[in-house]
Nanobody
């Protein structure tokens, strides 16, 4: 069964950096756009970033533009999210997902990122 596994979360001070990884197992998700989302306590899950399979196109939420960078290593079936200049409002559970037939799915279990101010 295919699944995505996020890793790399933890506690960081405001202004610091953190890198998240999302590895796929069970299937390669070859050809699919991958994305990162996050959900803060009491809020709905929101889009953070996405990258096409070729890595040629990436998109970001306005709130993270210029601070976060998404990349991929298709040989490892893994995507990454480099987060710099972190703010307290970046505190959330971060999830990765795959865009299949116009819908995001195959959600991972999430990884907690906590930014202390």
């Amino acid at each position: 069964q295919e699944r995505l596994v996020e890793s790399g979360g933890g506690l960081v001070q405001a202004g610091g950096s953190m890198s998240l990884s999302c590895a796929a197992s069970g299937r390669s998700f070859s050809g699919y756009t991958r994305g990162w989302f996050r959900q803060a306590p009491g809020k709905e899950r929101e889009f953070v970033a996405a990258i096409t399979w070729t890595g040629g196109v990436t998109s970001y939420a306005d709130s993270v533009k210029g601070r976060f960078t998404m990349s991929s290593d298709n040989a490892k079936n893994t995507v990454y999210l480099q987060m710099n200049s972190l703010k307290s409002e970046d505190t959330a559970v971060y999830y990765c997902a795959v865009l299949i037939q116009g819908r995001w799915g195959s959600w991972g279990q999430g990884t907690q990122v906590t930014v202390s101010s």
